[in-house]
């Protein structure tokens, strides 16, 4: 082969089968889980307005400063393709007026130029729900145990949840004043960027993955400690929930999340499978979002999942020997014809069919279905056409029998079952 002229982009993926349909299965696994808690599909445009990103995520998070795909149509409008879900998603329900209180999900892409690691790409699949005009702590215990269920129900065993509180309007601005204190007073310790966020988002600090500001931020003050009472008690009953529910959880001071809109409950899923990159998603509430867009103050929480990282923790299942599909064989042209129709019949009864209409031999078509791993071949030729039947072959075990034209789809049927 000569050498390839073209390759993909840093940071992007291809999915070749099976790979694909792994991704699809998941998706669809997402989508059939949300659906049993009443959520309903969202889709939003892959690019917005920039301002919907930087009104929301915050102008001082690290996707807006560093990481967003931002660029100018031939128009000059200033674009941004979505680093994340959710404030498309508010965005578009704001505008479209629905309905509260709503529930909707989405599955897409995202992109971050960020630096592609394990399971970190540029362009990624992100799984997300968003529980509008839900105010209650038992909302979030629900969607907590949404997001570990469905990480059980892909096999990943060793998941663990982390949960916290930032606290709300009332009573963030004494733990920000308490830790741009105990933060002034180690200021030498942080790195650069750090050093910036005492004054416009000190809480940013707990983010950094700088060793120097790990150390410095150990014994700082943390949201949980200034929680009001109505926030400590949304909290409490968080736990109760989860507790009723049987569902694990860590309960970690340091999570805050990298986006400005959030506030009391924060959650995020780990897994040891994945090594020190260890996040498979999380989100939390922002009750505040809806109104920052010009909404009205609806109270909103929800989460994103990672399914590049997802499918990496995931046990991957092997794949089967041969697929759900037959192979119609034609021995002359003259049963072309005949070939085709009984392909399309399959087809409306539900059986994938393919045709090999370039080889001329039988051999040829026998290879074909080979590479494509069907499961059967249906053989028509100048006899089989005479007499109503067709040569039915499992190239399982490469056993060949007749089977009569009314049976052919039972029969086809019958051996994609014993086939597995
Ligand atoms: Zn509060
Ligand atoms: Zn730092």
Known sequence: MSELKQSRPKGTQDFVPPDSERRRQAEAAFRRLA?????????????????????????????????????????????TLRPEGTPGVVRAVLENRVRMPC????????????????????????????????????????????????????????CTTQVNSIGCRECRPSHRDALRRFLLDRKEQLCDDCQLRIERNPLRVFDCKV??????????????????????????????????????????????????????????????????QDSLGGGGRYDYLLEEFGGPDTP?????????????????????????????????????????????????????????????????????????????????GPDELIKGVYSLKDLATGEQREVSADVVTAEVRKLFAEQG
Request: neutral net charge.
């Open 35 to 79: 659906e049993t808690y009443g959520y309903r599909e969202i889709i939003t445009p892959t690019f917005e307005h920039t301002t919907v990103f930087v009104k929301s995520s915050g102008e001082t998070s690290d996707i807006v400063t560093k990481e967003m795909y931002t660029f100018k149509d031939r128009a000059g409008r200033d674009l």
């Open 103 to 158: 529930r909707l999900f989405y599955v897409g892409p995202c992109f971050r130029y960020s630096r592609p690691q394990k399971g970190r790409y540029r362009e990624f699949g992100q799984l997300g729900i968003e529980a509008l005009g839900e105010a209650g702590p038992l909302t979030d215990a629900e969607i907590i145990f949404l997001g570990s269920t469905f990480f059980a129900s892909l096999g990943i065993r060793d």
């Open 211 to 276: 060793e120097t500001c790990r150390q410095a931020v150990r014994d700082a003050p943390t949201p949980r400690q200034y929680l009001c009472p109505a926030c400590k008690t949304h909290f409490e009953q968080v736990l109760a929930d989860l507790n009723r529910r049987g569902l694990r959880y860590e309960l970690n001071d340091r999570l805050v999340r990298g986006l400005d809109y959030y506030c009391r409950t924060t959650f995020e899923y780990v897994s040891a499978a994945l090594g020190a």
């Open 300 to 380: 909103a929480i929800g989460f994103a999942l990672g399914l590049d990282r997802a499918l990496l923790a995931a046990p991957v299942a092997p794949v089967p020997e041969r697929r759900n599909l037959a192979f119609v064989v034609w021995l002359t042209d003259a049963e072309i014809g005949a070939a085709e129709k009984l392909a399309d019949r399959l087809r409306a009864d539900g059986i994938p069919a393919q045709v090999d209409y370039d080889a001329r031999k039988v051999k040829g078509q026998f290879k074909t279905a080979d590479a494509a791993r069907a499961a059967c071949c249906i053989i028509i």
